[in-house]
């Protein structure tokens, strides 16, 4: 199974945005994290359309969009316009999953849905169809640099069971405290694409801190 290193932007320095996103490129950052944040579903606002936009003028890398956002649907059409490829929004907000995952690809993205820890895998079991990326939250949304939860290797685990007996071939990525000392545990349980905002960032040299996270799974693998 290959693995997906995928630095999340809101730990970027916006000041150095195209040299931080160079040095990811060059490293070998398979996707980039764009942390789309509405002030209502979590309390901080983040980034919009511009911000997509700027960055896809900067990178041919895959944007992978996280919507914690309510009535994500509202944006999609948007987002995708700006230069999204994944739209991932989360089941918590989403009563109607599987049309809005229908939509994420009729505007030409690949669907993701994202549960945060308190929300049972069973929340989105009946869809797994419809659900080209399944995003476990190892942390609660809304800010970075937060502790991964340890409960959360078993949902992981239990995640890859669900997606395997269902021959499901969608990501299962995680997001949330990933660091060179929690991921090696969270591949061998099965997730294959890891976000890592304050890991990568708030190192010196955040191109190492990639292959850094990479080798952290190759070993353990
Ligand atoms: C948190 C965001 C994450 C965040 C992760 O709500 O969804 O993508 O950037 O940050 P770290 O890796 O610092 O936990
Ligand atoms: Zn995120």
């Not at 949902?155 to 007996?165: F, G, Y």
Request: charged share 20%.
């Amino acid at each position: 199974m290959s693995v997906r290193i995928v630095p999340s932007l809101l730990a970027a320095d916006f000041a150095q945005l195209a040299d931080q996103i160079a040095a990811c490129e060059a490293a070998g950052a398979d996707w980039l994290h764009v942390d789309v944040m509405d002030g209502r579903f979590v309390p901080p606002i983040t980034f919009g359309a511009k911000i997509i936009e700027t960055v896809r003028r900067l990178t041919a890398l895959p944007l992978d969009v996280h919507l914690m956002a309510v009535e994500p649907e509202r944006h999609f059409a948007e987002f995708a316009a700006a230069g999204a490829n994944g739209l991932t929004l989360h089941a918590e907000v989403a009563p109607h999953l599987q049309r809005q995952l229908a939509h994420i690809k009729e505007v030409g993205c690949r669907a993701g849905v994202a549960i945060n820890p308190s929300t049972p895998l069973s929340a989105v079991s009946e869809v797994l169809d419809d659900v080209e990326l399944l995003l476990v939250m190892t942390v609660n949304p809304g800010y970075g640099g937060q502790r991964f939860l340890p409960h959360s290797l078993d949902k992981v685990r239990r995640a890859r069971r669900m997606l395997d007996e269902a021959r499901s071939r969608a990501f299962l990525e995680v997001d949330g405290g990933i660091a060179r000392d929690t991921i090696g545990a969270v591949w061998q349980a099965g997730a294959d694409t890891f976000v890592a905002g304050h890991a990568v960032f708030s190192a010196a040299d955040p191109g190492a801190e990639v292959a850094a996270l990479r080798a952290a799974c190759e070993v353990k693998a």
